[in-house]
T-cell receptor, first 114, second 114 residues
Framework: TQLLEQSPQFLSIQEGENLTVYCNSSSVFSSLQWYRQEPGEGPVLLVTVVTGGEVKKLKRLTFQFGDARKDSSLHITAAQPGDTGLYLCAGVNAGGTSYGKLTFGQGTILTVHP | DSGVTQTPKHLITATGQRVTLRCSPRSGDLSVYWYQQSLDQGLQFLIQYYNGEERAKGNILERFSAQQFPDLHSELNLSSLELGDSALYFC?????????????FGQGTRLTVV
């Protein structure tokens, strides 16, 4: 069974602080996605990282895929109250009987206080 | 609006009953995924269909079943419901998730079993 461990589970910070969320697995994924989910809504894709070592930036968000494609991190610089939400990492399988399966981490609930 | 439609949005039913959740994928998406989200388990993959055929299976209980119809809409049937089945059920659709393409999530069906 493939598992993605996400940490921390909860994060409460002040506006302007930096933070990092980690997503770790013992399994290799063909790609890894980060989603953000707001209350009452489904998850919405932020980014997909495909290549080991890849770094992608989305404004104040920086996403990194580990060299071995087993782990990833999300770093937010100068967090804003609008960044508040549930952040989910998800590993994508591209082979075997799990082709196309998305395995989600438990999620990180981020609260940014003004 | 993700383009994925789920009905109903809320469902309250008694233990032992059977319910059907419906999902209409985005136009052109062949893959449909079902997920269960609860506070203690996070987003759990249940099952995936691709163009009418079952593609991947996750932790789906034997009391649960799904199918994808020729028009690509999908239904998730939950029977002999138990209190623990209370959760948010999400449907997602994608062109090709294994190729790193985005999965678009519906707004979910909140099922409450009383």
């Amino acid at each position: 069974t493939q598992l993605l461990e996400q940490s921390p589970q909860f994060l409460s910070i002040q506006e302007g602080e930096n933070l990092t969320v980690y997503c770790n697995s013992s399994s290799v994924f063909s790609s890894l996605q980060w989603y953000r989910q707001e209350p009452g809504e489904g998850p919405v894709l932020l980014v997909t990282v495909v290549t080991g070592g890849e770094v992608k930036k989305l404004k104040r968000l920086t996403f990194q895929f580990g060299d071995a494609r087993k782990d990833s991190s999300l770093h937010i610089t100068a967090a804003q109250p609008g960044d508040t939400g549930l952040y989910l990492c998800a590993g994508v399988n591209a082979g075997g009987t799990s082709y196309g399966k998305l395995t989600f981490g438990q999620g990180t609930i981020l609260t940014v206080h003004p | 609006d993700s383009g994925v439609t789920q009905t109903p949005k809320h469902l309250i039913t008694a233990t032992g009953q059977r319910v059907t959740l419906r999902c209409s994928p985005r136009s052109g998406d062949l893959s449909v995924y079902w997920y269960q989200q609860s506070l203690d388990q996070g987003l759990q993959f249940l099952i995936q269909y691709y163009n009418g055929e079952e593609r991947a299976k996750g932790n789906i209980l034997e009391r649960f079943s799904a199918q994808q119809f020729p028009d690509l809409h999908s239904e998730l049937n939950l029977s002999s419901l138990e209190l623990g089945d209370s959760a948010l059920y999400f449907c997602a659709s994608s062109v090709d998730i294994a190729g790193g393409r985005e999965a678009f999530f519906g707004q979910g069906t909140r099922l409450t079993v009383v």
